[in-house]
């Protein structure tokens, strides 16, 4: 991270703790507009979604909020699939993100 992030490894520990306090309310705002079918909520949550994901190394999704984000009402299913998706997979980015938080916390410590 340090090579990809000018800013050295606190600058990525910043964002990486950004990601972890931000993301829980822009999903549940993504998860509620897909539970009542609200497309101005699923379409604003999926953009402000994107870059919280891409400020910790994680375009993958990009696709899948894109699909969520699109105005058209004819991919009520592809929207879903997409959100699956995504949630399918959140497990396990919220555990790698906490770990690599306290490795990048150990790191600093350790040579400070």
């Keep these: 991270f340090q090579g990809f992030y000018m800013g050295g490894l606190p600058h990525v520990l910043e964002l990486f703790e950004i990601f972890r306090t931000a993301f829980p309310n822009k999903w549940d705002g993504l998860a509620k507009g897909m539970s009542c079918g609200d497309e101005a909520k699923i379409y ?34 592809e929207k879903l ?21 306290a490795r990048m916390k150990n790191f600093i410590r350790a040579t400070s």
Aim: charged content about 20%; overall charge positive.
């Design 44 to 77: 604003h949550a999926a953009h402000n979604l994107k870059p919280l994901f891409r400020m910790i190394g994680i375009d993958r999704f990009n696709k899948h909020l894109n699909t969520l984000a699109s105005k058209k009402s004819d991919l009520a299913e």
């Design 81 to 101: 699939a997409a959100f699956q998706n995504i949630e399918s997979r959140l497990p396990q980015i919220m555990y790698m993100t906490a770990i690599e938080i």
